[in-house]
């Protein structure tokens, strides 16, 4: 898949400041989905292991879970849905204050401030649904490993699709390994998590074969069957 080259400036750029989303006396707003033909393409859910890895750290928890509540909001209506304000800050652990300053309002603001949304004419916001890659201008906020695990990211994604996926189940086959897993069981994980027979079962025998995928490795707990679960050291997505 190409990288896309739309948020990869060459140079640093300022956070541009965005419009305030306004709210009237109701306390609730409008959310709509932001689809947008050129970053959709190259971008990821909200709450994939992207989004938490690498805009995390640069929009923080609170405005990272209000990204996801959202998402998982209009993937059941897609068309947009009312937002609550005052029942969703607390279903966040943001409290009831609703002023200018409140956290959950500069959650809001946040959202728009990095394009995560824009308003959407009157009381009304428009969300991604796709998030796109971190803009280069803020990937000198993240601590040096991240830095260099986006780099490997971005690498990978101008492999072919095959290849990436093979790549990603020798990460993850690797750190369950770490963890204890046997050869069956990798490979039972690796197809609960959709990979190809063929892929799950190489996988798996050069995981057992070759030990851990490093050194050092943090050891993650027992993954259930189903679980979203990624051990240390894998791939983003």
Same mark, same amino acid.
């Given at each position: 898949m190409p990288v896309p080259t739309a948020f990869t400036p060459d140079r640093p750029l300022p956070v541009r400041r965005r419009p305030a989303v306004t709210v009237g006396a109701e306390e609730r707003i409008r959310i709509v989905p932001w689809l947008d033909a050129v970053a959709d393409p190259h971008g990821v859910h909200p709450c994939s292991r992207y989004v938490e890895l690498y805009w995390l750290p640069v929009i923080g928890p609170s405005t990272t879970w209000l990204l996801r509540r959202l998402g998982y909001g209009l993937e059941m209506h897609a068309t947009g849905l009312d937002l609550d304000l005052v029942e969703t800050a607390r279903s966040l652990g943001l409290g009831e204050r609703m002023g200018k300053n409140s956290p959950f309002r500069r959650a809001l603001q946040r959202l728009c401030t990095f394009e995560l949304a824009r308003p959407h004419g009157p009381q009304a916001m428009a969300? @991604?649904?796709?998030? *796109?890659?971190?803009?280069? /201008?803020?990937?000198? +906020? &993240?601590?040096?490993? %991240?830095? #260099? =695990?986006?780099?490997?990211?971005?690498?990978?994604? @101008?492999?072919?699709? *095959?290849?990436?996926?093979? /790549?990603?189940?020798? +990460? &993850?086959?690797?750190? %369950?390994? #770490? =963890?204890?897993?046997?050869?069956?069981?990798?490979?039972?994980?690796?197809?609960?998590?959709?990979?190809?027979?063929?892929?799950?079962?190489?996988?798996?025998?050069?995981?057992?074969?070759?030990?851990?995928?490093?050194?050092?490795?943090?050891?993650?707990?027992?993954?259930?069957?189903?679980?979203?679960?990624?051990?240390?050291?894998?791939?983003?997505?």
């Open positions: 969300v @991604r649904v796709h998030i *796109p890659p971190l803009p280069l /201008r803020h990937l000198g +906020r &993240l601590p040096a490993s %991240l830095q #260099a =695990s986006h780099r490997r990211w971005l690498a990978e994604q @101008r492999l072919p699709e *095959p290849e990436q996926m093979r /790549r990603r189940a020798r +990460r &993850l086959a690797g750190g %369950l390994a #770490a =963890s204890g897993a046997d050869r069956a069981e990798i490979e039972g994980q690796l197809a609960r998590w959709q990979f190809h027979p063929a892929v799950a079962f190489r996988a798996a025998e050069e995981a057992v074969a070759t030990g851990p995928i490093q050194p050092g490795t943090t050891r993650p707990g027992p993954i259930q069957p189903g679980s979203s679960s990624w051990p240390a050291g894998v791939s983003p997505q």
